[in-house]
């Protein structure tokens, strides 16, 4: 394998540490994986029932309640794309959820030596409950 490739390797693990502090925050439900996940002013916005929104990371934060859902073990979360750029990167994160899927669209930026979340557009769908 060539050094750039090497390179290359590393710094894709390196953007991959937000995003896996992202999805802790969602599996334990403890804020202060979301504030090491994102940039201190980035943004977060999109639509929840048909309103829009937008959100500082510390609004967003105080969403989690510091325990996982009650239904955590039907959850779902994956990265399905991810794309890098020397010092800027793009993914998109899925959260499958029994009655909501979350397409989250993430822009990764590397400051001052460190990956973090600079903004998340999301787009929310509502699924059918599946029968118990």
């Given at each position: ?65 510091g325990k996982p ?9 994956s990265v399905e ?44 769908q509502p699924q ?5």
């Amino acid at each position: 394998m060539s050094s750039n490739a090497l390179a290359q390797g590393h710094e894709l693990d390196a953007v991959r540490v937000p995003l896996q502090n992202y999805l802790r925050a969602h599996e334990s439900g403890e804020a202060d994986w979301m504030r090491k996940a994102f940039a201190a002013d980035a943004r977060i916005v999109g639509q929840l029932n048909g309103q829009p929104i937008a959100w500082s990371v510390e609004q967003y934060a105080a969403r989690f309640g510091g325990k996982p859902a009650a239904d955590e073990a039907q959850r779902r979360r994956s990265v399905e794309i991810l794309d890098l750029s020397g010092d800027a990167a793009l993914a998109k994160v899925v959260l499958d959820y029994p009655t909501m899927r979350f397409v989250d669209h993430m822009a990764l930026l590397k400051i001052a030596g460190e990956w973090k979340i600079v903004s998340k557009t999301f787009h929310a769908q509502p699924q059918a409950a599946a029968a118990p």
